[in-house]
């Protein structure tokens, strides 16, 4: 038998070398892909995408659990400052330029992408993954991975909706297509680059091109970022970076939130099917997932803190730049020696409560901004209006905690806009007035919720509001009960802070109560956010209604 015929048997594990001639001669019609030199494995089987991982690429292993283990080299998250969009007639108009997003013209573009196809084809072998974003089939994009790493090909496989045989058979051309040469650097002498890493997307031609960095988050916040452009301009479709549950009832609640401040603790909840973790679509037919899966941080993981994430780490999961025991592989995910960015991606359905298909006809009853204010003047949780909404789903408010960065030693505010920033292609504003108009035109409810400390500061000895109120406060929102309630203005944001809340002390609910330092001191620290708020909203004020920005703190 000759090499190719060892090596084409080698590539497909049910024995059968498929008929692939359609897909090779589209990808050499729209990329050059030699494929009489560069074998095409199209959507392997997990296990197979496996072996060729263990065989080919440098870290992989199986922990105990069975998960796959993945390096993604020395790049171990993502690279905001060398993500692009190319500077186009037919989407420039739309595209919120500046430092989010970053000009890159036609020329650059076709040098990288033709730099990538190069490498591509020097490859023995390339993995193709045919899937979809989006889980309403009236908006779902067909995505095509063109990948060099097995471990990219399971990534996508775990995080796209993966079709059925029927709907593969008739897949057709992709809406948009990766390729991902990341392990080839790109040429930082080109013009408008600036290092030798590249994430490109290209609105006009639907494609994204990935130089110089290998970490498979870029693959997934690149399918976001297209869905923050094509849902909202093509379709009227609002995207947004939240989780997703829905009660017995079908009453819906969508939850948004930075990184710390439980939005997916809290949408984890045995009493409610979850419909997504991350990212999600509100149309006028109900609110769909965009993923097939999740993305999970592991560092501190355990069985007792997160057991839905803890048993989701099985066969077919990847394990991102986790430390494991060379002899028993058993993963130590309390080290963060490689990174403190350690990751799991899984299929969605490895969730005992995943609601499938992920996708709900019912549109949200309430809405929660979460926050987790390390400066504990915020109060648990306040009752929005619409022009509040707004305000802080623009602002997209939390605090980094002191010793999370160098030179951190008192909590620090943090502002992300509608929650996802780095991700957003259009103006914040854009966003927030459809959010708005759907609240208006569903009646929903929208709520701040503080996950954080009361008392005082994390700095000066306040606590964190116990989980145990965080979640009676959630009960009482889904309920029904809490929007009921009496309330009372909050000074300086104007907030509505409930007077009572069922199963929660009530001198927990207004922080100015519960102050240690008294009411003056506790005022000042107030203003003090206050003022933060509104200097960061100076970023957004050429776009926003004067309304809204009147929700804003009155300093």
Known sequence: MSPEAVNKTRMHPKGVQPDHSELEEELYETAHIQYDKVHIAHNPSVAYLYEEALVHETGSAISSEGALVASSGSKTGRSPKDKRIVDEPGSSEHVWWGPVNKKLSPETWLINRERAIDFLNTQKQIYVID???????????????????????????????????????????????????????????TSGMTSSTSVAINFKDMEMVILGTEYAGEMKKGIFTVMFYVMPVVHNVLTLHSSCNQGKDGDVTLFFGLSGTGKTTLSADPNRALIGDDE????????????????????????????????AIKFGSVLENVVFDPESRVVDYDDTTLTENTRVSYPIEYIPNAK???????????????????RGVIPPISKLTNEQVMYHFISGYTSKMAGTEQGVTEPTATFSACFGQ??????????????????????????????????????????????????AILDAIHSGELAKAEYEEFPVFGLMVPKSAPGVPSELLNPANAWNGGKADFLAELKKLGALFAENFKTYEDEATPEVIAAGPTL
Not at 158 to 187: C, Q, S, W
Not at 283 to 300: L, Q, R, T, W
Not at 362 to 373: A, F, G, K, Q, Y
């Open 131 to 189: 899937a979809f974003a989006g889980w309403d089939p009236r908006y779902r994009l067909k995505v095509r991975v063109v990948s060099s790493r097995a471990y990219h090909a399971l990534f996508m496989r775990n995080m796209l909706i993966r079709p059925t045989e029927e709907e593969l058979a008739h897949y057709g051309k992709p809406d948009f297509t990766i390729y991902n040469a990341g392990v080839f650097p790109a040429n930082r002498f």
């Open 280 to 311: 999600h679509c509100w149309s006028d037919h109900g609110v769909f997932n965009i993923e097939g899966g999740c993305y999970a941080k592991c560092v501190g993981l355990s069985a007792e803190k997160e057991p839905d994430i803890f048993n």
């Open 356 to 374: 499938i298909p992920c996708l709900t006809e019912n549109h949200p009853s309430n809405i929660v901004l979460l926050t987790c204010d390390a």
């Open 422 to 471: 780095p991700f957003l292609v259009l103006h914040p504003m854009k966003y927030a007035k459809m959010l708005s108009d759907k609240i208006s035109q569903h009646k929903a409810n929208a709520w701040l919720l503080n996950t954080g400390w009361t008392g005082a500061s994390a700095a000066k000895g306040g606590k964190r509001c116990p989980l145990k109120y965080t979640r």
